[in-house]
């Protein structure tokens, strides 16, 4: 209902700047979603950063219970497993398919965290840092020319719900 609210307030707005003219934009000419914005491009993002753990651990609870019900995307118990093992031990090699999958998760948590509302702790709630990361992670290479696995689909599944969370709907199109 909000978005109907701000549709009617954003042409309220244009009518009164148009003046008398016949050319008020009608509501056709209005996008709910932000397909025509530009996703904030992170070129000088991190790659090994990751977030103190208990600030993963909160994110990653937030997201099995609140999405992963509803969109098993990827397997709790293995990727909780590997999750494990990728804080306990910094010698842990992991791929980058994988980190980009933890990096999603945490961008479509952290989304989570911003829509509720909730009080960030630090800058590791960003999602759209998240995002970046995981995009130059996996997707921003050939992936369509790579062969195809199980991880690719996670990433493409994760990246195109956390889209739609942002109101990107037709940037996988």
Do not use: C
């Amino acid at each position: 209902m909000a978005w109907l609210y701000r549709l009617k307030r954003d042409l309220d707005q244009d009518s009164k700047t148009v003046g008398e003219s016949l050319a008020r934009p009608s509501i056709s000419s209005v996008n709910y979603f932000q397909d025509t914005t530009i996703i904030s491009s992170l070129d000088d993002v991190d790659l090994l950063v990751r977030p103190p753990q208990q600030i993963a651990d909160r994110l990653l609870e937030d997201y099995f219970q609140a999405v992963h019900p509803e969109f098993p995307i990827i397997g709790k118990e293995a990727f909780m497993g590997q999750y494990q093992s990728f804080y306990s031990n910094n010698n842990v090699r992991v791929g980058k398919r994988w980190v980009a999958v933890l990096n999603l998760v945490l961008a479509v948590a952290a989304r989570l965290s911003e829509v509720a509302q909730r009080q960030p702790q630090g800058n590791f709630t960003d999602h759209v840092a998240y995002f970046a990361r995981a995009w130059r992670l996996s997707i921003g290479d050939i992936a369509l020319l790579n062969h195809p696995s199980l991880e690719q689909v996670q990433v493409e599944g994760l990246a195109a719900f956390y889209l739609l969370s942002t109101g990107q709907v037709n940037r996988f199109a």
